[in-house]
């Protein structure tokens, strides 16, 4: 129903930053919660960040280091990852909250996933 393209991921070096997009189709994006969760092979999906009305919260492993912004005249939701680790290798999730819904702290708070996109870490 609703669309959730993510973009940006690749291969990167241990202390190096990357960029992921996304770009969500629909009509009320601007009031919606965005956010962000990552999968590692053999692991849960897991928590990165959300951001609503302006203000993203994050998850422990990545605070101080990922910060969540968006775009609601593009539809788009972005991640910027600096001071990458190798243990943030992962699949990442764009995720989007259904009507009212003001936090994502958990996968069933989700309404809307994206595809994934790859994200490795590693020299």
């Known amino acids: 129903q609703v669309q959730l393209v993510e973009s940006g991921g690749g291969l990167v070096q241990p202390g190096g930053s990357l960029r992921l997009s996304c770009a969500a189709s629909?009509?009320?994006?601007?009031?919606?919660?965005m956010g962000w969760y990552r999968q590692a092979p053999g692991k849960e999906r897991e928590l990165v960040g959300f951001?609503?009305?302006?203000?993203?919260t994050y998850a422990d492993p990545v605070r101080g280091r990922f910060t969540i912004s968006r775009d609601n005249a593009k539809n788009t939701v972005y991640l910027q990852m600096n001071s990458l680790k190798p243990e943030d290798t992962a699949v990442y999730y764009c995720?989007?909250?259904?009507?009212?819904?003001?936090?994502?702290?958990?996968?069933?708070?989700?309404?809307?996933w994206g595809q994934g996109t790859q994200v490795t870490v590693s020299s």
């Open positions: 951001i609503h009305n302006g203000s993203a």
């Open positions: 995720a989007q909250g259904p009507p009212f819904r003001s936090s994502l702290y958990h996968l069933a708070d989700v309404g809307s």
């Open positions: 629909g009509t009320t994006f601007s009031i919606k919660t």
